[in-house]
């Protein structure tokens, strides 16, 4: 079984930077995608950025680029998202979660093409709030 454990999460002045890190383990297939999510409250799930082990080529969420970066140990295990220059509306509950394929799977497919129902695995979250 798959296990995601996020940190990171807390209470940051806007226009701060936040760095969030999700730790997995338990992998059993060859290929794998791991993404962040975060949800507000009375919001939908939104997609942020994903990483794959298959391929070095990022997703971010139009929404969003510019400023996250995420980046992976050489396993892609250990995945850091780090967000620059917060905004209120980035408060939210972000998770990490993760796919596995048998086949190579490259973030990009993983994030526009599977809903979130469809990823195997889910941390249990951390909160980021935003102050003045």
């Known amino acids: 079984e798959v296990q995601l454990v996020e940190s990171g999460g807390g209470s940051v002045q806007a226009g701060g930077s936040l760095r969030l890190s999700c730790t997995t383990s338990?992998?059993?297939?060859?290929?794998?995608?791991i993404g962040w999510f975060r949800q507000a409250p009375g919001k939908e799930r939104e997609k942020i950025s994903a990483?794959?082990?298959?391929?070095?080529?990022?997703y971010y969420a139009d929404s969003l680029q510019g400023r996250v970066t995420i980046s992976g140990d050489s396993s892609k295990k250990t995945v850091l998202l780090q967000i620059n220059n917060l905004q209120f509306d980035d408060a939210a509950i972000y998770y990490c979660?993760?796919?596995?394929?048998?086949?190579?799977?490259?973030?990009?497919?993983?994030?526009?093409?599977?809903?979130?129902?469809?990823?195997?695995?889910w941390g249990q979250g951390t909160q980021v709030t935003v102050s003045l």
């Open positions: 338990g992998f059993t297939f060859d290929y794998y995608v």
């Open positions: 979660a993760a796919v596995q394929s048998v086949t190579p799977l490259s973030a990009s497919t993983a994030m526009t093409l599977m809903p979130s129902s469809l990823w195997q695995s």
């Open positions: 990483i794959s082990n298959s391929d070095n080529r990022p």
